[in-house]
């Protein structure tokens, strides 16, 4: 069954359309990439189905269920995991407490007044840390990492959700070239080993075509195409969107196993 | 009721309107351009009218006339003007990074020092000036008598907002005004001169506080008790009307002066409740008020307690103090046991806060609320239903946090800046309730005969007690900080987005904290008021709510024990220092400037950073 189905969303602010109709479909381990000029309503689409926007109208099916006025919080139970432009994370915690943090909201034990937090499933905490290779920094404070190493904290507590979706606006901004690759290689691995449907937006094409199994293009709050990388590199209202900046649907100089 | 009657209220309310509103627009203009509370804009108004009260009747024994009165009060302005370019220069300029808590607490430090320097230069004594040199005839309208400087009041609100609106509109200064209220970051980036543009508003803001205040003296004497009350109508009108928009000043201004010249006939008592009430139906309608946008900073201006190992023997020195503690009435007479036991009070009723500030990021501004309902739930317990001691501490209990559940369901879809004046407000309104309703509550006389039961009535005893349940409290409070619960709290300080996105229900866990709080700060109010046999509205009162926040930050907001040192601290120097001068406030308001400017981890926060920096 389709993990993901949008459906003839829409949104306007004021005269503004910033999404029109946008429907897609999105399946189980399957990395799908939403890319666009800026100002295309990339972020508009994004937040819709994070639930921080409500849609005028349209429909967001999750494992066929309507979540379309769904809050955060109902979409973060249902299954839905999600990064941010800006890594979010707890700044005053320790890396494991993060985790720990989204753990014990997981099981809905956040009202709980009397066991200390760091004792709770530190061990499942540290095993996510280990997977996105933050073992060692567990104990270190949030706010002393690198930014690349936030952003891999901030993948540990979206998957502590143990989501069937996860949302990645724009995965890889703010890092460094060969931490890119690695980020979104270990986040295919995963995808494909746990069986997580991952939509992600992204500027840097060399992410996009080295790690979507499928691209939408969204230009003016419409979907103008969508099919598979080279689909999309050799379609010609693509090019003319991306108009002046034509190398940068170039096929990637080093092609990576995906 | 007759016609002419409700028209001689109307031109009242719009007299008031008007000098509200020329005090609320300095202080709206300073909010939108520096982003700072102004808490001292209430004494430049102070100082204005002080200044003008002395220097008019000086003036026209020099030269008598309309000219010679006019002169002074802008001049009287101008000076106060000066002022503000003074504080602006040497305090405001070096807070503008300052997280919102600290620059409310470092102007109310101005507040206290103005206190004292008033009556330092001014004499004690209320000072009435001289009326205006051809307006004294009242004129008479639809048969009734109406005083004619009021007139001239009612029109100098529109003239004040004709100018201010030509000023901003038609110069460059006004230009550079309205886009630093805009976005601050970008006129910043523009290469604009920040240091000029913001003294410049601060010498606009205080210039029209001086103003506003200047031209009351004909009306009102000018008095020591001006700034706090004129600096709570001016938030009101503020926040109500939208911080940093001036229409919404004086549309607010007007809805104000009109609310209190006919609620004055219908609730001869309440026209303060009634004002505050507004305010809050307004942000519950609209969280950013009439004509405010949302913030566009804040989120990252957090300040609190961040994560760290635990402490290897926490446990046996927890109960090593307490147990140190216990002996004291072994070794100490009778005085000092009665300062522990305050001491002790105070340290729970600043504990009870830093689970908001600390821990929720909840810059309460009006925690006395629930310290004060606490203690009046006490003491109504023991006058109107004679419930003894272990019945009525358990009531105040019940009534503060009852209280709390109610307040923060009103104040937690808030944020920044609008939340700490809507906690003022409602602190506010329970004040004038305390205040007004001298039926139940006894008024400005408070309730007298609040004593412990008899076991529990000896000094020794009372301090044991006080200890027991002050320790009990603070270690379950430290548990609940420690706990899942508040840690949730921690996350929606640090990211709310985040927070959301993990499933936390972040306006809950807030009211939540908010009755833990608010019903620890009542436990804290109920023993205070068997302590001393009685409650009294002071205990409501702003300086009560500024005790707390001045404790928090000596200690040490980024840590847990801290508020308890600072509150030992804070009482100590207190008890040592203010029989020895009368300057107490000056020197509090000197101390709290200098702790904002270079100690703003607080006590134990310093002392913890440099044993960290050294290892």
């Not at chain 2, 939108?32 to 509370?37: N, W």
């Not at chain 2, 920040?194 to 031209?215: K, P, R």
Request: positive net charge; contains cysteine.
């Amino acid at each position: 069954m389709t993990l993901l189905a949008v459906q003839n969303l829409g949104k306007s602010f004021g005269g503004v359309v910033a999404a029109r109709d946008v429907a897609f479909t999105l399946e189980r381990g399957e990395m799908l990439a939403l890319i666009g000029p800026n100002g295309a309503g990339k972020s508009t689409v994004f937040n819709m189905i994070g639930g921080q926007l409500r849609p005028d109208h349209g429909a967001i099916l999750l494992d066929g269920q309507a979540i379309t006025a769904a809050s955060p919080q109902a979409r973060f139970r249902k299954g839905v995991g999600r990064t941010f432009q800006v890594a979010q994370t707890f700044l005053s915690m320790t890396v494991v407490e993060n985790v720990q943090m989204a753990l014990v909201s997981c099981h809905r034990e956040a009202q709980g007044l009397w066991k200390p937090t760091r004792e709770h499933y530190r061990g499942q905490a540290l095993e996510l840390l280990a997977l996105m290779g933050m073992a060692d920094a567990a104990d270190r404070s949030c706010s002393a990492l690198a930014y690349g190493d936030v952003k891999r904290v901030e993948l540990a507590i979206a998957l502590a959700g143990g989501p069937k979706l996860l949302l990645m606006d724009e995965p890889t901004a703010g890092m460094a070239p060969r931490e890119r690759a690695a980020l979104m290689d270990l986040t295919s691995s995963i995808a494909a080993s746990r069986q997580i449907g991952v939509l992600f937006t992204e500027h840097d094409m060399d992410v996009v075509f080295g790690h979507a199994a499928r691209v939408l293009v969204l230009l003016r709050g419409e979907i103008i195409a969508a099919g598979s990388p080279d689909e999309i590199r050799q379609n010609p209202r693509v090019r003319q969107a991306y108009l002046g900046d034509e190398h940068a649907l170039h096929a990637p100089a080093l092609e990576r196993p995906a | 009721m007759d016609l002419s009657f409700l028209a001689i209220q109307a031109l009242n309310g719009l007299a008031s309107a008007s000098s509200l509103f020329i005090t609320a627009c300095g202080l709206t203009l300073v909010f939108g351009v520096t982003r700072i509370v102004n808490f001292a804009h209430g004494s430049l108004y102070m100082i204005g009218a002080y200044t003008a009260a002395t220097l008019v009747p000086w003036l026209l024994e020099l030269s008598f006339g309309p000219v010679t009165f006019w002169a002074g009060i802008l001049v009287s302005a101008l000076v106060v003007g000066l002022i503000g370019v003074l504080i602006e220069v040497l305090l405001l300029r070096r807070i503008y990074g300052a997280p919102e808590l600290f620059q409310l607490l470092a102007t109310f430090g101005v507040v206290l020092v103005v206190q004292d320097l008033v009556v330092q230069v001014f004499g004690p004594q209320d000072i009435l000036g001289p009326r205006a040199p051809g307006l004294r005839q009242p004129v008479e309208i639809l048969g009734r008598r109406f005083p004619s400087y009021e007139l001239v009041l009612i029109a100098a609100g529109p003239v004040v907002l004709g100018l201010v609106w030509l000023l901003l509109r038609k110069t460059r200064f006004g230009v550079l005004v309205r886009a630093a209220t805009q976005d601050r970051e970008m006129v910043a980036s523009l290469g604009v001169n920040q240091a000029l543009l913001f003294t410049g508003t601060l010498f606009l803001g205080a210039f029209l506080a001086g103003l506003g205040g200047a031209l009351q003296i004909p009306r009102v004497a000018a008095n020591t008790g001006m700034d706090l009350s004129i600096i709570a109508e001016s938030f009101v009108v503020t926040v109500v009307g939208g911080m940093g928009s001036v229409p919404g000043a004086f549309l607010a201004a007007l809805i104000i002066g009109q609310l209190q010249a006919f609620g004055i006939l219908i609730f001869p008592k309440g026209t303060l409740v009634v004002v505050f009430l507004l305010m809050a139906v307004v942000l519950a309608v609209r969280p950013f008020g009439l004509f405010g946008r949302p913030e566009v900073i804040g989120g990252t201006h957090a300040v609190g307690i961040a994560s760290r190992k635990p402490q290897r023997n926490g446990m046996i020195w927890g109960i090593g103090i307490v147990a140190l503690l216990a002996c004291l009435p072994l070794v100490a007479d009778q005085y000092l046991l009665k300062v522990a036991t305050e001491i002790l009070i105070f340290g729970l009723f600043a504990f009870s806060l830093q689970i908001l500030i600390g821990v929720g990021g909840l810059v309460s501004f009006g925690h006395a609320a629930f310290f004060g309902l606490g203690a009046y739930g006490a003491a109504l317990g023991v006058k109107w239903l004679g419930a003894p001691m272990e019945a009525a501490l358990p009531l105040g209990l019940v009534l503060a946090g009852a209280g709390a559940a109610l307040i923060g369901a009103f104040v937690v879809r808030l944020s920044g800046i609008y939340l700490a004046m809507m906690t003022l407000a409602a602190a506010q309104i329970l004040y004038a309730v305390a205040f007004q309703w001298v039926d139940v509550t006894g008024g400005d006389n408070g309730i007298v005969g609040v004593w412990p039961s008899a076991w529990a009535s000896g000094q020794s005893a009372y301090y044991l007690l006080t200890l027991t349940l002050v320790a009990a409290t603070v270690f379950l409070l430290k548990r609940l900080i420690d706990a899942p619960f508040g840690y949730a709290l921690r996350a929606a300080r640090d990211s709310e987005s985040r927070a959301e996105a993990i499933g936390l229900k972040v306006r809950r866990h807030r009211w939540l904290a908010f009755v833990v709080s608010g019903a620890a700060a009542g436990m804290a109010g109920g023993i205070y008021a068997f302590s001393r046999g009685s409650v009294d509205p002071s205990l409501l009162g702003i300086p009560t709510s500024v005790d707390a926040l001045t404790m928090l930050l000596l200690g040490g907001i980024q840590t847990v024990t801290g508020p308890l040192v600072g509150a030992g601290v804070l009482h100590a120097l207190r008890d040592q220092i203010m029989p020895l001068t009368s300057l107490w406030r000056l020197l509090l308001g000197l101390s709290i400037i200098a702790m904002v400017l270079i100690f703003p981890r607080g006590l134990v926060g310093t002392i913890r950073h440099w044993r960290e920096e050294r290892a």
